[in-house]
């Protein structure tokens, strides 16, 4: 699998970047059963992965009510970032790749469904903001998140980059969806939580380690 082949390779966050998906998973899961939600980490897997806050928050809010989901997004927040500080780092591989990436000038960006102070913390803890900058785009600056394409489309359009000229990492169904919708070709890290044949089933080249891409 050639990166180099493309004129711009976006990059998701979570999961694919930064290992913070099963630390987040394990979290809100507890979270969710203690406001009377009971789910276990698996479930909450296949319920929420890939998808923004926002959406989780409207989810929420329809099984438990509006009280519950404000309150879990209140407390979802520094709850994570105190694990996240004491316990994140980047995905195996990920800083050999995106030092390959450099060395090849090939142009690349992060998109995802995290908030944008959230996403650069996260960078900032691992030290991986040194190869992103501010090329950063979140599900909060577009009006639909994964599965739609809008993120990828606008990550892409801040870079100049041509949507099939553009290639995608991600760790969900929901993010290859959208990566294909917005016509990128998306390859599908199988190395996290998602099964690499759900994976495959919504259109990415799978792969199970970062090694692979360079």
């Not at 694990?83 to 060395?103: C, H, K, M, R, Y």
């Not at 290859?176 to 917005?182: D, L, R």
């Amino acid at each position: 699998m050639e990166l180099s082949s493309y004129d711009l390779v976006i990059f998701d966050c979570d999961g694919v970047l930064v290992d913070s998906e099963r630390l987040t998973v394990h979290e809100e899961a507890r979270m969710l059963t203690e406001l009377g939600w009971p789910v276990n980490a698996d479930e909450v897997v296949g319920l929420f992965m890939g998808l923004s806050l926002a959406t989780e928050l409207e989810m929420v809010a329809d099984r438990l009510g509006a009280a519950a989901a404000e309150r879990f997004e209140h407390d979802l927040v520094p709850r994570l970032t105190a694990i996240f500080d004491a316990e994140l780092t980047p995905v195996d591989g990920i800083p050999a790749l995106l030092d390959a990436l450099a060395q090849k000038g090939v142009p690349t960006c992060v998109a995802s469904s995290g908030l944008p102070d959230g996403i650069r913390r996260k960078l900032d803890r691992t030290g991986l903001r040194e190869h992103f900058g501010d090329r950063i785009s979140s599900a909060s600056e577009v009006e639909r998140g994964k599965p739609a394409p809008d993120l990828f489309l606008l990550a892409a359009e801040r870079m100049g980059v041509a949507p099939a000229r553009a290639a995608v990492v991600e760790d969900s169904v929901p993010g290859v969806e959208a990566g294909v919708a917005a016509g990128m070709t998306v390859y599908g890290f199988a190395g996290g939580l998602a099964r690499s044949e759900d994976l495959h089933a919504a259109g990415a080249v799978v792969f199970d380690a970062m090694a692979e891409l360079h």
